[in-house]
């Protein structure tokens, strides 16, 4: 009988939109193309996705594994993983909400897994990337790179979805189709992800996507000025 991984049940917590880490309040960029008129039903919404998931989600999914390594086998590396994540970030209004996410994530994962390791987390980054705080948890409740990497892949396309469903009214049924449509994709993802764990933060992949940029630009100018239903 294969032993269970003890971290197994804490991802599936930490990928469960229930958990109070502050995920509903951002759309991953969604919002903005609906407004456009990019999205409109859920064919455009699964071409989002795709490409949401190769880009912002690749980018995640690499430093989430690393967070995770780090948390389980020690290291000095919060202050330059975390650097090195806000680099390949260029948009301000990203950065700002991936920390705000981030910060949300610490809160949460403090109380639900509380381990020395957040106190060597926060004093190098007090308010850590989401992917960065993402890798912590699943690392100190025990859950390897690869599961890791997988919970980071799939947030980066489910909460669009579920967004998606708000701003258009879709079917939740069609929207949840698209997301279980890149299973194949989070698999791959995750495995190169968790492949990269262990090299210098630096070396990490850095995929861009510059529309995303754009939108979370867009959002953060129009949202000061409009009702918008999420942050970001």
């Not at 699964?46 to 690393?66: E, P």
């Not at 209004?93 to 109380?111: C, I, K, N, T």
């Amino acid at each position: 009988m294969t032993a269970p991984d003890p971290g197994l049940a804490a991802v599936l917590s930490l990928a469960d939109s229930r958990f109070p880490g502050g995920g509903h309040a951002h759309s991953g960029g969604v919002e903005e193309a609906v407004a456009r008129g990019l999205v409109t039903d859920t064919t455009t919404l699964a071409a989002f996705l795709r490409g949401r998931l190769r880009t912002a989600g690749a980018l995640a999914a690499a430093f989430t594994a690393a967070a995770a390594h780090t948390a389980r086998h020690g290291g000095d590396r919060w202050r330059d993983l975390d650097a090195e994540l806000d680099a390949r970030t260029p948009s301000p209004a990203q950065r700002a909400a991936s920390r705000a996410q981030g910060r949300g994530l610490v809160r949460a994962g403090r109380l639900a897994w509380p381990a020395p390791v957040f106190d060597d987390l926060l004093a190098a980054t007090p308010a850590p990337h989401h992917p960065i705080a993402l890798g912590a948890l699943a690392g100190i409740a025990g859950a390897g790179a690869h599961h890791a990497a997988l919970a980071a892949a799939y947030l980066s396309i489910s909460g669009p979805a579920s967004a998606c469903v708000r701003l258009l009214g879709l079917d939740p049924f069609e929207a949840n189709a698209a997301v279980t449509a890149l299973s194949a994709d989070l698999d791959r993802i995750a495995a190169t992800a968790a492949g990269t764990r262990d090299r210098p933060p630096a070396d990490l992949p850095a995929p861009g996507a510059p529309a995303l940029d754009l939108f979370a630009e867009a959002h953060d100018r129009t949202h000061r000025l409009e009702v918008r239903l999420f942050a970001s």
